[in-house]
Nanobody, 125 residues
Framework: QVQLVESGGGLVQAGGSLIVSCTAS????????MGWFRQAPGKEREFVAG????????GYADSVKVRFIILRDNVKDTVYLRMNSLKPEETAVYYC??????????????????WGQGTQLTVSS
């Protein structure tokens, strides 16, 4: 059974940093393009960042460019999202998603086939 698992969420003060991670069982993440999405209360799920299978191509939502970094360790089969200068409005559940494609998959959620259950990030003001 395929399962993506996010970890590393928690409570952080505005302006702080946090790294969330994504691992999987039943699925070699190293063979997938990956993405991070988030969903705040009462809002639609939105794209945050994506990365190609080899890690050479990345893409970001305009709102997080420069502050967030997506990276992957294909030896550890883990994908990370490093978030800096966090804002209270970025409080959300953060999800990782996998697309069975070697290429950067972009911001369209339907492109991604597998999803984790999410990890809660709360940014306090």
């Amino acid at each position: 059974q395929v399962q993506l698992v996010e970890s590393g969420g928690g409570l952080v003060q505005a302006g702080g940093s946090l790294i969330v991670s994504c691992t999987a069982s039943g699925l070699p993440l190293r063979s997938y393009a990956m993405g991070w999405f988030r969903q705040a209360p009462g809002k639609e799920r939105e794209f945050v960042a994506g990365i190609s299978m080899d890690g050479r191509t990345t893409g970001y939502a305009d709102s997080v460019k420069v502050r967030f970094i997506i990276l992957r360790d294909n030896v550890k089969d883990t994908v990370y999202l490093r978030m800096n200068s966090l804002k209270p409005e970025e409080t959300a559940v953060y999800y990782c998603a996998a697309d069975p494609s070697p290429y950067y998959s972009g911001s369209f959620a339907a492109t991604y086939e597998y999803w984790g259950q999410g990890t809660q990030l709360t940014v306090s003001s």
